[in-house]
């Protein structure tokens, strides 16, 4: 199993993901400011069985390939930077948007909603990076099963973005009223973020591979 201490050290930078906007917290918002609360968890719903769907390819061998083939693992780690330092960019570079900006969305039955959830969530690219970037430094044969590991800490980072999107929901129209009356939080949220992404992409390229 994977040591406490790097568990939390793992929990810490889903937190850390989590908190960055990127398409789960634009929709999770959007659609509970504009259909209400119910709307929001059925959205969430689908959201989290998409992490299902990474957790699963994670542990079902991606994470043992990426260990095994130094090769595969630098270019992935370089390829994870250099999209994290990408989105920095788009969150700093002149006439950017706050990708908090709430959009309009049209009333959707409870399926449409649960498919909309997953599907954003499936085709999330910064959970992809995390998970094949981020995921695999945590994981070595040094602690066990990489499958047991791989289901430990994909079930870690479920939760903690779970408890996240949960809180994002459930106050998602006091946070569109406050948003409205705060534009220059907006705009210095934007730097905030891409602080913290340039920061995690710096960190992943100086981390280095687990030895076996």
């Not at 270019?75 to 948007?97: D, F, I, N, T």
């Amino acid at each position: 199993m994977v040591p406490l201490h790097e568990l939390l050290l793992f929990a810490g930078a889903a937190l850390l993901m989590v908190l960055a906007p990127g398409p789960n917290m634009i929709y999770l918002v959007s659609r509970s400011a504009c259909q209400g609360r119910r709307a929001g968890v059925v959205s969430l719903a689908g959201v989290v069985t998409g992490f299902l769907v990474h957790m699963l390819a994670a542990a079902l061998g991606l994470t043992a390939l990426f260990l095994a083939v130094p090769f595969a693992y630098e270019a992935l780690k370089w390829a994870g930077a250099g999209y994290l330092a990408y989105l920095a960019w788009q969150a700093v570079k002149p006439g950017a948007v706050s990708p908090l900006a709430l959009r309009e969305l049209p009333w959707d039955p409870p399926g449409k909603l649960f498919l909309m959830g997953f599907l954003t969530n499936v085709l999330n690219p910064k959970i992809a990076v995390f998970y094949l970037s981020i995921f695999p430094q945590f994981v070595s044969p040094r602690h066990g099963s990489l499958f047991a590991q791989s289901l430990q800490l994909g079930a870690t980072q479920i939760v903690v973005s779970f408890t996240v999107n949960l809180c994002i929901v459930l106050s998602a129209a006091r946070f569109a009223a406050w948003l409205a009356r705060s534009p220059g939080w907006l705009a210095a949220q934007r730097y905030v973020m891409g602080s913290v992404l340039a920061g995690m992409a710096v960190q992943l390229l100086s981390e280095q591979r687990k030895a076996a």
